[in-house]
Nanobody, 128 residues
Framework: QVELVESGGGSVQAGGSLRLSCEAP????????IGWFRQAPGKEREGVARFYFGGRLIYYDVAVKGRFTLSRDDAKHTLYLQMDSLKPEDTGTYYC?????????????????????WGQGTQVIVSS
């Protein structure tokens, strides 16, 4: 059973920052496409960020571009999401998910149905 473990969520005021971490088994980290998703209360889950083009480029959802930064530590098998200038609309549960490697070959979109392993999620609350 592949396990993804998210951490780093919390409560902050608007304008604040949080850094989320997603730790994966080494095999999963090296062989799968791993990305961040989020689900706001009452809304559908949406893709936030992932690498593509061999890890040299990053896809960001338009709502977070310029404020969130995706990075990785290969030695720790960990994916990070640095979230700056947080807004109340960033509130939600953040998940990392893994899927087939070819999901990271396209520069477009993050179809959640194609990601078949999900972490338990970490809660982010941004107050105004």
């Amino acid at each position: 059973q592949v396990e993804l473990v998210e951490s780093g969520g919390g409560s902050v005021q608007a304008g604040g920052s949080l850094r989320l971490s997603c730790e994966a088994p080494e095999y999963t980290f090296r062989r799968y496409c791993i990305g961040w998703f989020r689900q706001a209360p009452g809304k559908e889950r949406e893709g936030v960020a992932r690498f593509y083009f061999g890890g040299r480029l990053i896809y960001y959802d338009v709502a977070v571009k310029g404020r969130f930064t995706l990075s990785r530590d290969d030695a720790k098998h960990t994916l990070y999401l640095q979230m700056d200038s947080l807004k109340p609309e960033d509130t939600g549960t953040y998940y990392c998910a893994a899927g087939p490697a070819d999901l990271c070959s396209s520069q477009f979109g993050m179809p959640q149905a194609s990601y078949n392993v999900w972490g338990q999620g970490t809660q982010v609350i941004v107050s105004s």
